[in-house]
């Protein structure tokens, strides 16, 4: 809201900026006015082509012209030459204006190739089928893409699939959630690949847009954490409901900001609630055996770790850092026979884990032993 004005006033000075132009135009896109939207576009303000080609067929959705606005996200591919950007934009309106086989026909790669999806893509495609009374095709597709081991999220969606229930498409409601989920794609784009300064400046749009798209949210605030400015980041985390499936990935991230920011004490009990709320997830556990151990408090740590291998269903390749973990803090206690269990286990896991190998040597060596 503080920064629509100055955006305004740069304008009127003749200054072409694209980051004042990118508030405007999440300005017009907040407020719907499509035909606003379309005229600054036409007329040369530009966020950049990729926004620009997407923005404005979103805009041509919002303003009633379905046509019009597929067409557009035809040349925004066409034009941009990021045609796997075009194609899954093309695919949420299709969804969104109730076209379930127009929208599948392009995820599954039927119409112009194989689409490499994120998350949401999955799960707005795993919507779609369920739309199209292909539950089956949709609990495949998540166990393809994922394995039988999900997130609170993912594991709630296969449930409902399984029960039988139509669930409803819900990623993108509306052509503002659309505008949105341009803003979110580019910055998960930009991520790791631009400044997390610039990158921020696409998820927070996405944030004013839609203020509950909880993504953008998570994005916004591990950008802020590797900015260090843990109070916006602590802020930002604070902002995921409770109920949501995610809140426990925005906890373990307040926990680390508040940790990095020198706030240990808080950062710890934030994890050992969530440990309470969410026990069934074992990465809470181990995230908190990990602070745990970083502050040297082995005997606490290890209980964490205990608490997460009993979650442990069947062996997997990736469990080995947790006994490698736990066998760490128990050779701090001056435990070796479960240290050295542990460390095993890792190997068996991981054979030939070259840490793991190093700390079982040197180990043996300061025992005098084997």
């Known amino acids: ?7 305004r006033q740069m304008r009127s000075t003749g200054a072409d900026s694209q980051i004042a132009n990118l508030v405007l135009v999440a300005d017009q896109l907040a407020r719907e006015d499509w035909t ?9 303000m530009s966020v950049g082509p990729l926004v620009d080609g997407l923005v404005r067929a979103w805009a041509e ?16 591919a066409q034009e941009t030459g990021l045609t796997a950007f075009g194609l899954y934009h093309k695919a949420l309106a299709r969804a969104v204006t109730g076209d379930f086989e127009g929208a599948d026909a392009i995820l599954s790669g039927e119409e112009s190739g194989r689409l490499s999806l994120t998350r949401r893509g999955m799960v707005a495609h795993a919507q779609i089928l369920s739309q199209l009374g292909r539950n089956q095709d949709a609990l495949a597709l998540i166990a393809n893409a994922f394995g039988q081991d999900l997130d609170p999220g993912l594991a709630a969606l296969r449930e409902r699939l399984d029960q039988g229930e139509a669930v409803p498409f819900t990623l993108i409601r509306s052509a503002r959630d659309g505008a949105a989920e341009v803003f979110y794609t580019v910055a998960g784009a930009l991520n790791s690949e631009a400044s997390d300064s610039y990158t921020l400046l696409y998820s927070r749009a996405a944030e004013a847009l839609r203020p509950e798209h909880v993504d953008a949210i998570l994005l916004s605030a591990g950008l802020l954490e590797a900015m260090e400015r843990y109070d916006l980041a602590t802020q930002t985390y604070n902002r995921v409901p409770k109920d949501d499936p995610a809140f426990h990935v925005a906890e373990i991230g307040r926990a680390e900001a508040l940790r990095q920011s020198g706030r240990e004490e808080e950062a710890i009990e934030v994890l050992q609630a969530l440990a309470e709320s969410h026990g069934d997830q074992s990465i809470v556990h181990i995230t908190l055996g990990d602070m745990l151990r970083q502050m040297e408090r082995y005997d606490t740590a290890s209980r964490a770790y205990d608490d997460a291998v009993r979650l442990f269903t069947e ?21 070796w026979p479960e240290a050295e269990a542990d ?9 030939g884990q070259p840490s793991v190998l190093n700390y079982l040597g040197y180990s043996m060596v300061e025992l005098d032993m084997n």
């Open 343 to 351: 460390f095993r286990k890792a190997l068996e896991l991981n054979p």
């Open 315 to 335: 062996d997997r390749g990736g469990q080995w850092i947790v006994y490698f973990a736990r066998g760490i803090t128990h050779e701090r206690e001056d435990r």
């Open 61 to 76: 959705l919002g303003a009633g012209d379905r046509e019009a606005a597929l067409a557009a996200f035809d040349a925004s």
């Open 36 to 44: 606003a939207v379309l005229e600054d576009i036409s007329a040369g």
């Open 1 to 7: 809201a503080r920064a629509v004005p100055m955006a």
